[in-house]
């Protein structure tokens, strides 16, 4: 029977744009300002060509309805056509990792957002030795000049974390679902060699050939998308 769970995704975070103070009016914003970076850039290939890989699971998984009708008719033709859906998911998750997706484990999400509370609390005690009481007007102006350069690396530290965290709760969910796939078309195969003595017309050795080829790949694949 197939799923009918919902198809999720996550939306990737902008970083924030920090604009620059302008000392005169007619003063021009720095390139930097107004150009995105090379990383903005990069990203913003890896984004599309994710999103793109998951049309491409989304399609399929619109299929797999189809394929549950089909059980119910033909467990020859549901056979040849789980094999196909197998293919095409197999390519999906192929372009989806070659965008830089992974199967992400509960555990790598509980590292990242462990990091990232570890830099708020380093940041944190940056800005209580900041604001602790100087000897001299010397060592507090020193402290402030510390504090916030250490501030600014901080900031940097866990924007660069938050953007992390975003993109893999989005390879999860992508991965999540197509692992309930995977599991409906296992499903499907199981129904069809169960019915197979009951079908006038039964898969050949061959399609199962086929049909287990197309299966096992695309298990592989996604197994090894880490």
Do not use: C
Request: without cysteine; proline residues 4%; charged residues 30%.
């Amino acid at each position: 029977m197939i799923s009918n769970a919902k198809l999720t995704t996550a939306a990737s975070a902008a970083p924030p744009i920090i604009a620059a103070s302008r000392p005169r009016a007619e003063a021009r914003e720095p390139a930097s300002a107004v150009l995105p970076s090379i990383q903005d850039t990069r990203r913003a290939v890896r984004e599309q060509k994710k999103a793109m890989a998951y049309q491409q699971m989304q399609a399929v998984w619109q299929r797999m309805q189809t394929l549950g009708m089909m059980l119910k008719l033909d467990g020859r033709a549901a056979l040849k056509m789980a094999a196909g859906l197998a293919r095409e998911l197999k390519a999906a998750v192929e372009a989806y990792k070659d965008a830089g997706g992974r199967n992400v484990s509960q555990g790598d999400l509980a590292m990242i957002r462990r990091e990232a509370e570890q830099a708020r609390d380093a940041q944190a005690k940056q800005a209580e030795t900041a604001a602790a009481p100087a000897a001299s007007e010397a060592e507090r102006a020193g402290r402030q000049a510390y504090g916030a350069a250490a501030s600014a690396l901080a900031e940097d530290r866990l924007s660069a974390l938050a953007a992390k965290e975003t993109d893999m709760v989005a390879d999860k969910g992508f991965f999540d679902q197509v692992k309930i796939m995977v599991g409906d078309l296992r499903k499907a195969r199981e129904k069809v060699r169960g019915e197979a003595h009951l079908n006038l017309n039964p898969p050949s050795d061959d399609e199962w050939k086929d049909s287990d080829k197309a299966q096992q790949e695309l298990e592989r694949v996604v197994d090894g998308a880490v």
